[in-house]
């Protein structure tokens, strides 16, 4: 812990008159004063993400200029071709969104960094997408995807698309590190009104900074149309369907609704909705993961007489569905179930046109449902289990673009996350919509239900039933009580949970694998503070905690014959590693 009080008077004495207001309305709160200035804002493996404030356990202008200038110093060491290779920067509808992606152009430029700035608001897709199709160097996404409304956040991306490596980053931190003073960092001064920049494309705004917009568009959702798997069935029941989406207030409004015309598939806009609006009024999260987040395109499509909605958050990476069930009754689908779906499809589709690939694999994290395992070697595909966070899927991608040892086709993570193509290295709610109403088209002109669909492949492979939970550690000692969590968990052997054995016990920090005859086998994965106790070769509970919030997140994943009976286990084992967490 930093000397807070002496941070807080050095800022007090540096920043201009109207941010004064904001640090001495604080000044007398010593618990303000420490969640400001305590404990210095991390720059982790996804960047960094806080409350949108001055100080620096928050994200504002000087940490977002301190952390940029980390960024400079790295790819300056790199050297002149990332110099002029430069970096895209990206932002969402967030409060400061915008604000924060100039504040990192300029101190880019002042750097001699090219960089390729967007004209207006992009989702995460279309920047990993503009990194390799502009041959970047790197690329910088200010966002905080889902957060509440008082967050924003500031994502780097490697050359590759994906967000950046673990062993870049860690000397990105220390080039961050090393600039002690927030105040120091120098950028170059940007004159023109947003409404300039929203009007330009591949026009230079300053000597190092060039505008980008409709072009790299274009070529974007040319990429997309090329993975339409079902063009005749869209034909067919386009004008029938009905599909409601929601952007949540989000940047993901002009890339779905252009996407899904250009398929010639209509949709019914969520009005209220529409606006980008880094307040989310409507919403108390704007999560698509959250029942309440669609509840207004429920309503909507209530009315329509509508059977899909579909949202996506403010950085349009992840992606919810609704759909109804046989009840008549709108059920919101886990991103396990969505996942499941969307590969069935496209595996099934392909291997009906003769074009799955005998190399074929899907990729998937280390918390996501093995109904998707199953699913994928029923088509005879492979199947790679990676670390949580998309990164590491697109680790999977790059490699297998330079060994050729495998074809991509899907990679999916259980939180909303989905990719289709190789056009992006990160998660693309833009591909998994226009994807999951071709789904809808397809399954239409069969005179199929998508309920039915979900229902089938667990009548083929068991009942799956998948669940998250989050266990927040409040305060500024929440990391170090995460941390004695864990150990506590792998320091004494848990046998049995809920009545079940534990058949394989993985500590993901070892690299260490023990099977339930005392064996130990080695996990060829980089070593990552994550507890995985196996209960049957398909089902198992994971604890790991999260990389940008004090919170520990518990996954189970059971089955069973009946949906019934899987729900019940299902919270028979939650209930017994809430209790070993909290005790």
Same mark, same amino acid.
């Given at each position: 812990?930093?000397?807070?009080?002496?941070?807080?008077?050095?800022?007090?004495?540096?920043?201009?008159?109207?941010?004064?207001? !904001?640090?001495?309305?604080?000044?007398?709160?010593?618990?303000?004063?420490?969640?400001?200035?305590?404990?210095?804002?991390?720059?982790?493996?996804?960047?960094?993400?806080?409350?949108?404030?001055?100080? =620096?356990?928050?994200?504002?202008?000087?940490?977002?200029?301190?952390?940029?200038?980390?960024?400079?110093?790295?790819?300056?060491?790199? $050297?002149?071709?990332?110099?002029?290779?430069?970096?895209?920067?990206?932002?969402?509808?967030?409060?400061?969104?915008?604000?924060?992606?100039?504040?990192?152009?300029?101190?880019?430029?002042?750097?001699?960094?090219?960089?390729?700035?967007?004209?207006? =608001?992009?989702?995460?897709?279309?920047?990993?997408?503009?990194?390799?199709?502009?041959?970047?160097?790197?690329?910088?996404?200010?966002?905080?995807?889902?957060?509440?409304?008082?967050?924003?956040?500031?994502?780097?991306? &490697?050359? @590759?698309?994906?967000?950046?490596?673990?062993?870049?980053?860690?000397?990105?931190?220390?080039?961050?590190?090393?600039?002690?003073?927030?105040?120091? /960092?120098?950028?170059?001064?940007?004159?023109?009104?947003?409404?300039?920049?929203?009007?330009?494309?591949?026009?230079?705004?300053?000597?190092?900074?060039?505008?980008?917009?409709?072009?790299?568009? @274009?070529?974007?959702?040319?990429?997309?149309?090329?993975?339409?798997?079902?063009?005749?069935?869209?034909?067919?029941?386009?004008?029938?369907?009905?599909?409601?989406?929601?952007?949540?207030?989000?940047?993901?409004? #002009?890339?779905?609704?252009?996407?899904?015309?250009?398929?010639?598939?209509?949709?019914?806009?969520?009005?209220?909705? #529409?606006?980008?609006?880094?307040?989310?009024?409507?919403?108390?999260?704007?999560?698509?993961?959250?029942?309440?987040?669609?509840?207004?395109?429920?309503?909507?499509?209530?009315?329509?007489?509508?059977?899909?909605?579909?949202? =996506?958050?403010?950085?349009?990476?992840?992606?919810?569905?609704?759909?109804?069930?046989?009840? &008549?009754?709108? /059920?919101?689908?886990?991103?396990?179930?969505? &996942?499941?779906?969307?590969?069935?499809?496209?595996?099934?589709?392909?291997?009906?046109?003769?074009?799955?690939?005998?190399?074929?694999?899907?990729?998937?994290?280390?918390?996501?449902?093995?109904?998707?395992?199953?699913?994928?070697?029923?088509?005879?595909?492979?199947?790679?289990?990676?670390?949580?966070?998309?990164?590491?899927?697109?680790?999977?991608?790059?490699?297998?673009?330079?060994?050729?040892?495998?074809?991509?086709?899907?990679?999916?993570?259980?939180?909303?996350?989905?990719?289709?193509?190789?056009?992006?290295?990160?998660?693309?709610? /833009?591909?998994?919509?226009?994807?999951?109403?071709?789904?809808?088209?397809?399954?239409?002109?069969?005179?199929?239900?998508?309920?039915?669909?979900?229902?089938?492949?667990?009548?083929?492979? $068991?009942?799956?039933?998948?669940?998250?939970?989050?266990?927040?550690?409040?305060?500024?000692?929440?990391?170090?009580?995460?941390?004695? /969590?864990?150990?506590?968990?792998?320091?004494?052997?848990?046998?049995?949970?809920?009545?079940?054995?534990?058949?394989?016990?993985?500590?993901?920090?070892?690299?260490?694998?023990?099977?339930?005859? &005392?064996?130990?086998?080695?996990?060829?994965?980089? #070593?990552?503070?994550?507890?995985?106790?196996?209960?049957?070769?398909?089902?198992?509970?994971?604890?790991?905690?999260?990389?940008? !919030?004090?919170?520990?997140?518990?996954?189970?994943?059971?089955?069973?014959? =009946?949906?019934?009976?899987?729900?019940?286990?299902?919270?028979?084992?939650?209930?017994?590693?809430?209790?070993?967490?909290?005790?």
């Amino acid at each position: 812990m930093t000397n807070y009080k002496d941070d807080f008077e050095y800022w007090l004495s540096k920043v201009n008159d109207d941010e004064k207001a !904001e640090l001495q309305a604080v000044q007398n709160n010593d618990e303000q004063l420490k969640r400001r200035f305590a404990i210095p804002l991390e720059f982790g493996t996804a960047g960094m993400r806080g409350i949108i404030a001055l100080g =620096t356990s928050c994200l504002n202008k000087y940490t977002v200029r301190r952390a940029t200038q980390g960024v400079a110093n790295f790819i300056k060491q790199v $050297g002149d071709n990332a110099i002029t290779r430069g970096v895209v920067i990206s932002y969402d509808t967030r409060n400061f969104s915008y604000e924060f992606a100039l504040e990192t152009a300029s101190v880019l430029a002042y750097n001699g960094i090219k960089v390729y700035l967007y004209n207006d =608001t992009h989702p995460v897709p279309m920047c990993s997408f503009a990194i390799r199709y502009l041959n970047a160097f790197a690329g910088i996404m200010i966002t905080a995807s889902h957060n509440p409304k008082e967050y924003n956040g500031y994502k780097v991306y &490697g050359a @590759d698309g994906a967000q950046m490596s673990p062993e870049d980053t860690a000397v990105v931190v220390k080039y961050i590190d090393g600039i002690k003073d927030y105040f120091s /960092v120098n950028s170059v001064q940007i004159n023109a009104k947003r409404s300039q920049i929203q009007a330009m494309d591949n026009e230079l705004l300053q000597d190092n900074i060039v505008v980008i917009g409709k072009g790299v568009e @274009d070529a974007y959702f040319a990429e997309l149309a090329k993975l339409s798997l079902s063009p005749d069935a869209v034909k067919q029941v386009a004008s029938k369907i009905k599909i409601v989406y929601t952007p949540l207030h989000g940047s993901g409004y #002009k890339p779905v609704t252009t996407i899904l015309k250009q398929m010639n598939i209509p949709c019914n806009v969520v009005e209220e909705q #529409k606006e980008p609006n880094g307040n989310f009024p409507t919403v108390a999260v704007p999560n698509p993961e959250q029942p309440d987040a669609l509840k207004m395109g429920i309503n909507l499509a209530k009315q329509l007489r509508s059977s899909i909605v579909i949202g =996506t958050d403010p950085d349009a990476d992840r992606m919810g569905v609704a759909i109804k069930d046989n009840n &008549g009754e709108f /059920v919101l689908l886990t991103g396990n179930q969505i &996942g499941a779906m969307m590969m069935n499809y496209i595996l099934m589709r392909r291997k009906d046109m003769g074009i799955l690939p005998a190399n074929g694999a899907v990729v998937k994290t280390i918390v996501t449902t093995n109904l998707a395992d199953m699913i994928a070697q029923s088509y005879g595909m492979t199947v790679y289990n990676v670390l949580t966070g998309f990164k590491f899927i697109g680790e999977k991608i790059k490699e297998w673009e330079s060994n050729s040892k495998h074809t991509f086709l899907f990679g999916y993570e259980e939180s909303f996350g989905y990719l289709s193509g190789t056009h992006a290295r990160d998660k693309d709610a /833009v591909v998994s919509a226009m994807l999951f109403a071709e789904m809808a088209c397809y399954y239409e002109s069969k005179n199929i239900k998508l309920y039915d669909v979900l229902q089938d492949l667990y009548k083929k492979f $068991g009942y799956f039933v998948e669940v998250s939970k989050s266990i927040a550690f409040g305060g500024i000692n929440g990391m170090a009580e995460m941390k004695a /969590v864990m150990d506590k968990l792998r320091s004494k052997p848990i046998n049995n949970i809920a009545g079940l054995p534990v058949v394989k016990f993985m500590d993901f920090s070892k690299s260490e694998s023990k099977n339930i005859d &005392g064996s130990v086998e080695v996990i060829d994965l980089p #070593k990552t503070n994550v507890l995985k106790f196996m209960l049957s070769e398909d089902e198992w509970c994971c604890v790991r905690p999260s990389g940008t !919030e004090p919170k520990l997140k518990i996954y189970v994943s059971v089955k069973d014959a =009946t949906q019934e009976l899987a729900k019940t286990k299902n919270q028979n084992v939650l209930g017994f590693m809430e209790m070993l967490v909290n005790n």
